[in-house]
C-alpha cells in the first residue's frame, strides 16, 4: 500500500534517502556531459510530495548560472542503480546546500532543523531507507575544524537518527577528492579527513563509505564532473547493499 | 540587524512573503519571453537559507520539461517591484505546488504543513510580510468544489496565520484568468470563483484581490504567459501597498 498526500493508492513503496551535505552531494555536474536519467521508479521531494525525478534534484543555486550552478549529482544514479537492481521505487529528499561547513549541519542550526523536517514530511508517503552524505572541503580550511570533525559529524548522526526515529538507518559519506586545487587551500587535509571518514565508519553503526578513487573534478578544481558523479552514485549504492 | 544562519550580520531585514496555491503562482512562464530580474536585494529561500533570486524561484516540477515545467512566476516581479519601490530587501518562500486543489492545502494536509514549516524556517532571518496566493483552476472542474471554496478558503487562512502568528498578515488574492480554454472543463465557473475572491476579500481581515483584466495565456490555455505574469506580479504589489 502506498500513501500519497493522505490518499491510500494501490501502488509500490517509495523507499527514500536523505541527500544531506555541501557541493558534491547537491550536485555540479554539467547535465550535457552524461545521459539523461530516465527511470520511472525514481522520484524525488517537492513541496512535501512526490516528482518524477529529474536532474537537478536538488536545487540549492540557481540552475542557469554558468560557474557552481545546481547540477548532476551523485543521489541521481544512487537512485538509479537502487531502482535498477531491485526494481523497487526510491525517492530522493533533498537537504544539501553548497559551501556549508559541518558547524552548519549540526542539531538545532538551520540545515539540520531543514533536513529533519522534510524527511518527516516524506516519512509520510515513503519509507526512509537511508542518508547519503557528502560534505568537507569546507571543513579542510584549516587543522581544527580537521581535528573538531569526527565528534560533530558523531553528535549530528545520533542526533539526526534520534530525531527521526531511525536509530539503525545507514548512513553512507563519501570519500572527498584528494586531487583539490591548490586555490581551495585545503593542503592535504583532504586525504586526512578521508581516513577520519574511515574511522568513523568503524565507531558509528551502520556507516560505509564510498570510495572516490580515480574520480575526476571539473576545471573548478572541486566538483566532481557530471560522469565521475554517475560512477560515485554507483558506488554509493554498493557500499549501501554491503548494509541492508 | 539581519539574522542569517543564526549569526547576526550589519545587513538590510529581509521582508518574507510566502508564495503558495497551484500552477500559476508556481510560474509556468516561459524564460525567454522576458528580460531576467537581476535585483541584488531580491532573495528565495533554499533549503531554509536566502539564497539570490533566480527564477525558477519555486522548482515544483522539472526545469527543463518542454510543458508544464517551472518558469516565470508572478511572484518574482512582485518581489522586484517591491524592492525598487521601496528599496528594502525582500525574500520569497516557495511553496506552490501545480495541479492542487483547495482541499489539498488544508490544516494537517502535507502542503499546508510543508509551507507552514518552510515559513517557520524563514522567519529565522527575516520578517514575515505577506502572503501571495493563486489557487482556484482546480476548483473549477464542478459546482460543489466551486460553492464549497468560500468556507475552506477561510478556514486555511484562519489556520495558516494562527501557526505563524501572524494574525494580521496580508493576503494576496489573484483573479483567475477568465479565458481559460474549453479543453480544461471549467465553463464559466473561473468568473464565479472570481466574484467569490471579491467576497472573501470584504469579509477576510487584510486580503486584497490583484485583477487579471487583460491577462495573456500561454498556448496551453490555462497558463499565464511570462509578459502577464510579471504584469500580474505588479498588480499583486499595488494591492499589497493598499494594505500596507
Not at 135 to 145: F, I, M, R, V
Request: hydrophobic share 40%; net charge negative; glycine share 8%.
Amino acid at each position: 500500500m502506498f500513501i500519497k498526500d493522505g490518499i491510500e493508492q494501490d501502488k509500490e513503496v517509495i523507499h527514500s534517502f536523505l541527500m544531506i551535505g555541501q557541493s558534491n552531494m547537491a550536485g555540479r555536474g554539467e547535465f550535457s556531459d552524461v545521459p539523461v536519467i530516465r527511470n520511472r521508479l525514481c522520484y524525488m521531494l517537492r513541496m512535501g510530495r512526490w516528482q518524477t525525478m529529474r536532474e537537478p534534484v536538488n536545487p540549492d543555486r540557481d540552475i542557469f548560472e554558468i560557474k557552481y550552478h545546481s547540477g548532476t549529482s551523485l543521489a541521481a544514479s544512487f537512485a538509479n542503480e537502487y531502482a535498477i537492481d531491485r526494481g523497487e521505487a526510491v525517492g530522493l529528499i533533498p537537504c544539501a546546500d553548497g559551501g556549508t561547513a559541518i558547524n552548519q549541519w549540526m542539531p538545532g542550526k538551520v540545515l539540520f532543523d531543514h533536513a529533519v523536517m522534510m524527511t518527516k514530511l516524506a516519512m509520510r508517503s515513503s519509507k526512509l531507507s537511508g542518508i547519503l552524505w557528502h560534505q568537507g572541503e569546507s571543513d579542510c580550511k584549516n587543522d581544527e575544524l580537521l581535528y573538531s570533525y569526527k565528534e560533530k559529524f558523531k553528535t549530528m548522526v545520533a542526533a539526526l537518527r534520534k530525531e527521526l526515529g531511525a536509530e539503525d538507518i545507514p548512513i553512507i559519506i563519501g570519500e572527498l577528492s584528494e586531487n583539490i586545487s591548490d586555490d581551495w587551500n585545503v593542503g592535504d587535509r583532504p586525504s586526512k579527513l578521508n581516513k577520519i571518514f574511515h574511522e568513523l565508519a568503524s565507531e558509528v553503526p551502520f556507516c560505509r563509505v564510498a570510495s572516490s578513487e580515480g574520480l575526476n573534478l571539473k576545471a573548478d578544481g572541486i566538483h566532481f564532473d557530471a560522469k565521475s558523479a554517475r560512477e560515485f552514485g554507483k558506488r554509493y549504492y554498493q557500499e549501501y547493499c554491503e548494509l541492508k
